[in-house]
C-alpha cells in the first residue's frame, strides 16, 4: 500500500518552455501533497504543501509564479514548471500523506522526476 | 537554520554488523520523527518512524531510539545487509496551525562492505 506514482520520469526541454509534473496517490486519498526538489548530494527541499482544492502553501524563497502547484483532487497534484531556465534543473519529487492527524505524519514519496533544461 | 542535523555524512559497516546512524535536532516542537532510505535517482522510502512520546520504536531489523533531553535520534540496523546500501534521511515533523511538515536532514550515505 502507500503507494505514490509521478510522470514523467524524465524531461528535458528547451529554455522558456514550461513542463508540468504529474503526482498521484494510487491505494489512498492523499488531502496533503507535498513538492521537494533535491540538488545533487544534498537534502530534500521542501518547495510547497498542497491541500486539495485549495491554494498551495509555498516555502520562503520559492516563487509561487515560477512554480505553479494545483491539487484537484484527492489523488492527484501536479507541478508546473514555468519557462524553465537551465537553473531550474534539478530532480522533483512529490510525497503525499493521507491526514493530517496525530499519527498520520508520515509521507510517501514518488519516485521523482528529473528535469534537464537545456 | 538547519533544524534536522546529521553529521556524518557517510559510514561504512562490515555486513553483519550493526549500522547506527544518528540525527541531532534542534526544534523542541518536533513531536514525530522519521527515517527514509533514498538509493540514487529514485524517492525516498519510508523505513520507520517514532513519536515524540516514545524513546524506542522497532520493526524487524531496524530500531530508532529517541532522547528527548538530548534531542537525539539514532537508527540502528542489525544485521547490516549488502541491500542497505543507500542514504539514509533523518526527518521530523512539526505542526502548523492544522497542519504539519517534515523537515529532512542532509543524510548519511551508509555503505555495508563485504
Known amino acids: 500500500g502507500a503507494v505514490v506514482s509521478q510522470h514523467p520520469s524524465w524531461v528535458i526541454c528547451k529554455s522558456g518552455t514550461s513542463v508540468k509534473i504529474e503526482c498521484r496517490s494510487l491505494?489512498?486519498?492523499?488531502?496533503?501533497m507535498f513538492w521537494y526538489r533535491q540538488f545533487p548530494k544534498q537534502s530534500l527541499m521542501l518547495m510547497a504543501t498542497?491541500?486539495?482544492?485549495?491554494?498551495?502553501?509555498?516555502e520562503q524563497g520559492v516563487e509561487k509564479d515560477k512554480f505553479l502547484i494545483n491539487h484537484a483532487s484527492l489523488t492527484l497534484s501536479t507541478l508546473t514548471v514555468t519557462s524553465a531556465h537551465p537553473e531550474d534543473s534539478s530532480f522533483y519529487i512529490c510525497?503525499?500523506?493521507?491526514?493530517?492527524?496525530?499519527?498520520?505524519?508520515?509521507?510517501?514519496f514518488g519516485p521523482g522526476t528529473r528535469l534537464l533544461v537545456l | 537554520d538547519q533544524q534536522v542535523k546529521q553529521n556524518s555524512p557517510s559510514l561504512s559497516v562490515q555486513e553483519g554488523r550493526i549500522s547506527i546512524l544518528n540525527c541531532d535536532y534542534t526544534?523542541?516542537?518536533?513531536?514525530?520523527f522519521l527515517w527514509y532510505k533514498k538509493y540514487p535517482a529514485e524517492g525516498p522510502t519510508f523505513l520507520i518512524s517514532?513519536?515524540?512520546?516514545?524513546d524506542k520504536n522497532e520493526d524487524g531489523r531496524f530500531t530508532v531510539f529517541l532522547n528527548k533531553s538530548a534531542k537525539h535520534l539514532s537508527l540502528h540496523i542489525v544485521p547490516s545487509q549488502p541491500g542497505d546500501s543507500a542514504v539514509y534521511f533523518c526527518?521530523?515533523?512539526?505542526?502548523?496551525?492544522?497542519?504539519?511538515?517534515?523537515?529532512f536532514g542532509s543524510g548519511t550515505r551508509l555503505s555495508i562492505r563485504p
Open positions: 498542497s491541500n486539495e482544492g485549495s491554494k498551495a502553501t509555498y
Open positions: 526544534n523542541s516542537m518536533f513531536d514525530y
Open positions: 517514532i513519536s515524540s512520546i516514545k
Open positions: 491505494d489512498f486519498q492523499a488531502t496533503t
Open positions: 510525497s503525499a500523506r493521507e491526514g493530517a492527524g496525530a499519527g498520520q505524519e508520515t509521507q510517501y
Open positions: 526527518a521530523a515533523s512539526v505542526r502548523y496551525s492544522s497542519a504539519s511538515k517534515i523537515i
